[in-house]
C-alpha cells in the first residue's frame, strides 16, 4: 500500500505518519507539506532516513505538482490533514484558508479521479457543526447534526466536507470524513491552547485565557484520533462521516489552571483578555458511530494525556524554542498586543 499524507509535517499529520510507519512496516508513506509556519521539517528529521517514507514540499493547490506526484507514486490511499488551522488566523485573513481548505482539497481530489485510489480520507473537524450551549449538557454533536459554522476555519473546512460529498457522489470518488474534536499532544505548534499555555508558563509570561475562560472543549489525545483515521481508512465505509472524539469535555479555565499546578506555576499568571470574535461555546462529540461500526474507543485520559503532553514539551525544548524565537513573535504581537483586558 501506497498513502499519501499531506500536511504531515504538522501537529496531527506528523503523529499519523509515525503511527503508519510504526504499524504497517511494509506500506509506503508519502508526506506532501508545503511547509508553512505550521509545518515543521525536524520534526519528520527521524524517519527522514526511513526506505518506507518520502517527504515532499509541495503546495496542495499546486496542481502540476500534484499530478506529477500521483502520476509517480500511484498512491493508493490519500489522507488529507494539510490545512490552514488556526480560527484566530482565520479571524485575520480568511482568505487562504479558502485556498488551501476548499480549492487544494478540490485539486487532491482530481489527482484521486484522474489516476484512481482506493481512499480519499479527508480530516475535517467537529466545528463545521457550529457550537452548542453550556446549559444543554445532554446535547452533542452527532454525524446528522447539521452544518452550522462559526469562523472562517470552521466555514472553509465545511465547505471542503461538502465538496468530498459532492465527489463522491456525482464523480463515484471513494472517499471518508472524520470531524474529530480538539486534540492535543507532542508537536502542537505553541499558537493553540495547550502548548500556548505550556510555553508561556514555562517563561512566566501571563496566560492570556479569553473572555472568561468557561468556554468547553471536548479534548482528545493525538494517538487516540491517528488510531481512528487508521481505521476509518481501512475498514470505514465509502461516503461515510464519522465522529471521532472521547467525552472529555473541559472549560479553558480549568485547563489553564491544571497547566499551572502541574508545572508548579502561580495562578496568579492567567490573564483574562478580550474574547474572541464569534467565539464558539461548546463542542462535544457523540462518538456512537466509530464505536459501534469500527470498534474504536480512546485508550488514554485526559489526566495521563496532558501530563505526558506537558513532559514532552519539557523534554524537547529545542522544538518549541525554535518556533517561538521567529516569526512567531510578531504573530503574537498582532493577536495578543493590542488584546484589552478583560
Ligand atoms: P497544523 O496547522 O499543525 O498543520 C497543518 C500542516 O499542513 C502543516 O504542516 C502545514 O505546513 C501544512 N499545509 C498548510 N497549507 C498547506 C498547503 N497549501 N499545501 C500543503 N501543506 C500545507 O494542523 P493540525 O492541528 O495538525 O491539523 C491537521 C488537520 O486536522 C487539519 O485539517 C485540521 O482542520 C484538522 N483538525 C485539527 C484538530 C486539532 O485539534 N488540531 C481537530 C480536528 C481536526
Ligand atoms: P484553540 O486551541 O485555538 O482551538 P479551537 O479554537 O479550534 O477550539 O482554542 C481552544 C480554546 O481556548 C478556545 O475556546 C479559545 C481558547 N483560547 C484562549 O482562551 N486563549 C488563547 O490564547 C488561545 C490560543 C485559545
Redesign the pocket.
Known amino acids: 500500500m501506497t498513502v499519501i499524507v499531506t500536511g504531515g509535517a504538522g501537529f496531527i499529520g506528523s503523529n499519523f505518519v509515525f503511527h503508519m510507519l510504526n504499524t504497517y512496516p511494509d506500506y509506503r508513506i508519502i508526506c506532501l507539506d508545503k511547509l508553512t509556519y505550521a509545518g515543521n521539517l525536524s520534526t519528520l528529521e527521524p524517519v527522514m532516513n526511513n526506505p518506507d517514507f518520502r517527504f515532499v514540499k509541495l503546495d496542495i493547490c499546486d496542481r502540476e505538482g500534484v499530478n506529477r506526484l500521483f502520476e509517480e507514486e500511484r498512491p493508493d490511499i490519500v489522507v488529507n490533514f494539510a490545512a490552514e488551522?488556526?480560527?484566530?488566523r482565520s479571524i485575520e485573513n480568511p482568505e487562504i484558508f479558502l485556498q488551501t481548505n476548499i480549492l487544494g482539497t478540490q485539486v487532491l481530489m482530481d489527482a484521486c479521479r484522474k489516476y484512481g485510489i482506493k481512499r480519499y480520507h479527508q480530516v475535517s473537524?467537529d466545528?463545521v457543526y457550529g457550537d452548542l450551549p453550556l446549559d444543554r449538557p445532554d446535547l452533542f454533536f452527532t454525524e446528522e447534526t447539521p452544518i452550522h459554522t462559526s469562523?472562517p476555519?470552521?466555514s472553509s473546512k465545511a465547505g471542503a466536507d461538502l465538496l468530498v460529498m459532492a465527489y463522491n457522489r456525482t464523480y463515484g470518488l471513494p472517499v471518508t470524513i472524520s470531524r474529530c474534536s480538539?486534540n492535543y499532544g507532542p508537536y502542537h505548534f505553541p499558537?493553540?491552547?495547550?502548548p500556548?499555555?505550556i510555553v508561556n508558563a514555562l517563561a512566566d509570561k501571563p496566560?492570556?485565557?479569553?473572555?472568561e475562560?468557561l468556554?468547553?472543549?471536548d479534548w482528545l489525545y493525538v494517538e487516540d484520533h491517528c488510531r481512528a483515521i487508521d481505521l476509518i481508512i481501512h475498514r470505514g465505509r465509502n461516503g461515510e462521516v464519522y465522529n471521532v472524539g472521547g467525552h472529555n469535555e473541559m472549560r479553558?479555565?480549568d485547563?489553564?489552571k491544571l497547566i499551572c499546578k502541574e508545572l508548579g506555576k502561580p495562578e496568579s499568571l492567567i490573564t483574562h483578555?478580550e474574547?474572541?470574535k464569534g467565539?464558539?461555546m461548546r463542542?462535544a462529540i457523540d462518538p456512537t458511530k466509530i464505536h459501534n461500526e469500527l470498534g474504536w474507543l480512546p485508550e488514554t485520559k485526559f489526566e495521563d494525556g496532558i501530563k505526558k503532553t506537558i513532559r514532552w514539551y519539557l523534554d524537547n525544548r529545542e522544538w518549541w524554542e525554535a518556533i517561538i524565537s521567529g516569526e512567531y513573535q510578531n504573530y503574537y504581537e498582532k493577536?495578543?498586543g493590542s488584546r484589552a483586558r478583560h
Request: charge should be negative.
Open positions: 488551522s488556526h480560527v484566530d473537524t466545528e469562523s476555519y470552521s480538539n499558537e493553540k491552547l495547550i500556548l499555555m496566560l492570556p485565557v479569553y473572555g475562560g468556554n468547553v472543549r479553558n479555565i485547563i489553564v483578555v474574547d474572541r467565539h464558539d463542542y493577536i495578543y
